[in-house]
């Protein structure tokens, strides 16, 4: 059974930082590119990042220079380190594993809260 884990969510002031991290049990981690997804109040689910095996990356604009992804393949674990918080950036946070040869084989994390609040 495929799992994935969040942690790291929590209550932040404006400019400050956070790192999320999601743990993945039940699949081969190196086979799966890993993204975050955020969904704020009333809005649609967006994505954040996206990491590969491989350690492409990319961004949504308004992460680009904020936000990192990183994945460490011997710890089954995909992070996203935030920095320069923005209110705008409140959003339960999502983690997400796509196969690579089967892209319809998703996963999903149950979210973290995160808030930016002062």
């Known amino acids: 059974q495929v799992q994935l884990v969040e942690s790291g969510g929590g209550l932040v002031q404006p400019g400050g930082s956070l790192t999320l991290s999601c743990a993945a049990t039940g699949l081969i981690f190196r086979l799966y590119t890993m993204g975050w997804y955020r969904q704020a109040p009333g809005k649609q689910r967006e994505l954040v990042a996206v990491i590969t095996s491989a350690g492409m990356t990319n961004y949504v604009d308004s992460a680009k220079g904020r936000f990192t992804i990183s994945r460490d393949n011997n710890k089954n674990t995909v992070y996203l380190q935030m920095n320069s918080l923005k209110p705008d950036d409140t959003a339960v946070y999502y983690c997400?594993?796509?196969?690579?040869?089967?892209?319809?084989?998703?996963?999903w994390g149950q979210g973290t809260q995160v808030t930016v609040s002062s």
């Open positions: 997400n594993a796509a196969n690579i040869y089967h892209e319809s084989q998703q996963y």
